[in-house]
């Protein structure tokens, strides 16, 4: 009878704690659009922009908790092989190789999107006296060609880094008067306001923004460079990095935001990027000065007849 009574406890000790596993596996795993937890990896540059969205998205579903990791393109990639995190924003979409090896290690491939374009911006210390730049002057920047100090915001695992390197120098090597900021963007914004003759590199939504405070007061100590157009008729056309001018084509050191989301059914992360996809999210971008990636907004002429 004692041995009967003692299996008994120990049963329902063990059916316990699976009950207790199984809820706490349902928390950990089971989300919807409008509730959950979900950890993504986003690209360092994009962070104010990013913030934004994240913040609109939580306060719209409050029963929604998405936890950024802001770090290398690279580490982003890194963290969606290695399950980690199901949803990364970066500056590429998935390459054939890489859709090809989720379609096989997943049975599905995962949705990437592009859904905005952003700058890489130039800038350069206010008392700078030379801010006007060839496309030529950039390629010699970078390869060391033009001892200028150039400020950047990783070392080689940032889209920054690896966009300039291949859109600018076609795979060359930088030269050695390219170095890293230890603080990511805010450390190139930091490097370049105490030094007049460097030039840093940038996400535009870093300080791009003229409706944001902390972006206002740091072009009191920087300010943007003017970069030869490469793709308009005229000759000797210059351009910041603004929404404008990356909606034209007219600032050639312009790149893409894509988000990639490793979902086969629709959870958090799917809710999250159609909500960056649609109106709402893309607005949150042109308020951020990027150029939106899915949607065109335009001005449209009203007439309001009054009432007789």
């Known amino acids: ?45 994009f962070k104010p922009v990013i913030e934004q ?11 929604t908790h998405i936890i950024a990791t802001y770090k290398s393109e690279v580490e982003c990639f890194k963290d969606l092989d290695n399950d980690s995190t199901r949803l990364i924003i970066v500056a590429r979409g998935l390459s054939n ?34 801010s006007v730049f060839y496309y030529d002057d950039i390629k010699k920047i970078l390869s060391g060609e ?28 930088f030269g050695k008067n390219v170095v890293a900021s230890t603080n990511g963007s805010q450390g190139v914004i930091d490097a370049v306001s105490k030094m007049e003759n460097a030039v840093g590199f940038i996400g535009l939504s870093w300080v791009g923004n003229n409706q944001e405070q902390k972006q206002i007061e740091q072009l009191k100590s920087i300010k943007f460079a003017l970069v030869e157009c490469v793709k308009c008729d005229e000759k000797d056309v210059f351009a910041k990095p603004s929404q404008a001018t990356l909606m034209y084509g007219q ?58």
């Open 146 to 173: 033009k001892n200028i100090p150039a400020i950047m915001d990783g070392n080689n695992a940032t889209s920054t880094v690896r966009f300039l390197q291949d859109s600018i120098l076609k795979g060359g090597a």
């Open 97 to 130: 190789k890489e859709a090809q090896y989720y379609s096989d290690k997943l049975a599905f491939k995962p949705f990437d999107d592009l859904i905005a374009y952003d700058a890489v911006a130039l800038i350069m210390n206010i008392n700078a006296k030379d």
């Open 53 to 63: 969205q994240i913040q609109v998205y939580q306060s719209s579903y409050p029963n």
């Open 251 to 308: 600032y050639p050191l312009a790149r893409p935001l894509y988000i990639i989301v490793k979902e086969n059914a629709l959870g958090l992360g799917s809710g999250f990027k159609n909500f960056i996809s649609l109106e709402r999210g893309q607005l949150i971008f042109r308020r951020a000065l990027l150029a939106p990636g899915k949607m065109s907004f335009k001005k449209r002429n009203s007439v309001i007849k009054e009432q007789q």
């Open 1 to 45: 009878m004692m041995r009967k009574f003692a299996y008994i406890i120990v049963f329902s000790s063990l059916l316990l704690i699976s009950c207790a596993n199984n809820q706490e596996n349902k928390q950990a795993f089971y989300d919807t659009p409008k509730e959950g937890t979900i950890n993504i990896s986003v690209d360092e540059s």
